[in-house]
């Protein structure tokens, strides 16, 4: 007798999450019974009772339970990959006899990047990051292991983002938000991992310059809408959401991701919620 295989996304809030989408699309292409579901527990206790109860493959996990996700994979002694373990920050859970505990917005940011950008050369400049959360971590463990040499962290306190810096040492630097215009001087790219965010004057940045934003609500963000105005190349915060979601879905279902367009589904959807 055949089993659902249960995976989510778990976060609050969650219902604008589009990976219920993108990984039903999959499932349904793959002919896989399956069913990914949105998950929102209302507090870390709730978060961890959830992963020790829940009848589930695993679970992809979204703001703000991420580095909540990585206390429970150390105090259940799972498997913890090496992105999760530089970034502190997990997005991925695998709840099999063993858990296991993985990060792929590190991979999601990059493909995201070279899908725009194919010879993309990181190592040529600074790069800039806004935030300094568990996305700017993984952003930054990433970003070195693509050559990067000069990260800046740009954060509203600047004592998390000096934290984070020390945490992976040389080449990467915290800026305080008052500083951001030094920050952009000549950088070549600037990636925005914070929720909330007023957008800097571009005006430094190289000619060249790539601008990405993790956000995918609206597509089209503020950040986005001026690099465009000053004429720079644009990576939107679908196209990582997506990036993240193939290893996800690999991993959890023991299947290939199917050749399936999720984005035109995925803008089909945020047109219909306006």
Known sequence: MRSTRTAAVVGLPIDHSLSPVIHTAWLEAA??????????????????????????????????????????AEERGAGIGPEARATGSVNLLLL???????????????????????????????????GAGGAASAAVHALRSEGSTDIRLVNRTLGRAAAQASHFGSGVSAWSLDAVAGALEEAHMLI?????????????????????????????????????????????????????????????????VPDVDVRSLCLKVLEANG
């Open 192 to 256: 925005n991992a914070a929720s909330h965010v007023d957008s800097p004057n571009l005006g430094g940045m190289a000619r060249d310059a790539i601008v990405m934003d993790m956000s995918y609500r609206p597509l089209m963000t503020p950040l986005l809408a001026a690099a465009e105005a000053e004429g720079l190349t644009t990576v939107d915060g679908l196209a990582m959401l997506i990036g993240q979601a193939r290893p996800s879905f690999s991993a959890l279902f023991g299947c290939a």
């Open 31 to 72: 002919g896989i019974d399956g069913r990914y579901l949105a998950l929102a527990p209302a507090s870390p206790e709730e978060l961890m009772a959830l992963l020790d109860s829940a009848d589930l493959v695993g679970c992809n996990v979204t703001a703000p339970y991420k580095p909540h996700a990585f206390r429970w």
């Open 96 to 130: 099999g006899k063993r858990p296991e505990a993985r990060s792929t917005d590190g991979q999601g940011l990059i493909a995201a990047i070279r899908a725009r950008v194919p010879d993309h050369d990181f190592s040529r400049g600074p790069i800039v990051i806004l």
